[in-house]
Nanobody, 125 residues
Framework: EVQLVESGGGLVQAGGSLRLSCVTS????????VGWFRQAPGKERELVSC????????YYLDSVKGRFTMSSDHAKSTVYLQMTNLKPEDTAVYYC??????????????????WGQGTQVTVSS
C-alpha cells in the first residue's frame, strides 16, 4: 500500500521560506517520479514540481523557478520542497503525489497513483 505523509506547511510572511516534506512508502522509490501539486481556493490543482529518481528530467512550474527546489533522500524515501521568497499567490494546499512510472515526463494528475492528505501553505502580504 502506497503511503504519502506530508508535513511542513504553515503561515509565513511574503519573502519567507518553508520546507515541505513527504515521507513515502509502498513502492520502489528509486524507480519513480514524485510530484508536488497545489490547489488554491477556486482554482484547479496544478503541478508545481516533480523530481525523477531515475534520470535528470525534473520539472518546475514557471512561476516557481528559481524560488522552489525539490530534492530526494533515497535513504529515507523522502522528498522535500524547499520554498523561498514566498509570495501571496503561493498560498494553497500542497499535495505530494507518487509514484509516477513516467518519471516527470507525465505531468497530469492521472500520471500519479496516490496522493497525500495535503498541507496548507499560507503566505501573508
Amino acid at each position: 500500500e502506497v503511503q504519502l505523509v506530508e508535513s511542513g506547511g504553515g503561515l509565513v510572511q511574503a519573502g519567507g521560506s518553508l520546507r515541505l516534506s513527504c515521507v513515502t512508502s509502498g513502492f520502489i522509490f528509486r524507480n519513480v517520479g514524485v510530484g508536488w501539486f497545489r490547489q488554491a481556493p477556486g482554482k484547479e490543482r496544478e503541478l508545481v514540481s516533480c523530481i525523477s529518481n531515475f534520470d535528470d528530467f525534473d520539472y518546475y512550474l514557471d512561476s516557481v523557478k528559481g524560488r522552489f527546489t525539490m530534492s530526494s533522500d533515497h535513504a529515507k524515501s523522502t522528498v522535500y520542497l524547499q520554498m523561498t521568497n514566498l509570495k501571496p499567490e503561493d498560498t494553497a494546499v500542497y499535495y505530494c503525489a507518487a509514484p509516477s512510472a513516467y518519471g516527470c515526463y507525465g505531468r497530469r494528475e492521472s500520471d500519479f497513483e496516490s496522493w497525500g492528505q495535503g498541507t496548507q501553505v499560507t503566505v501573508s502580504s
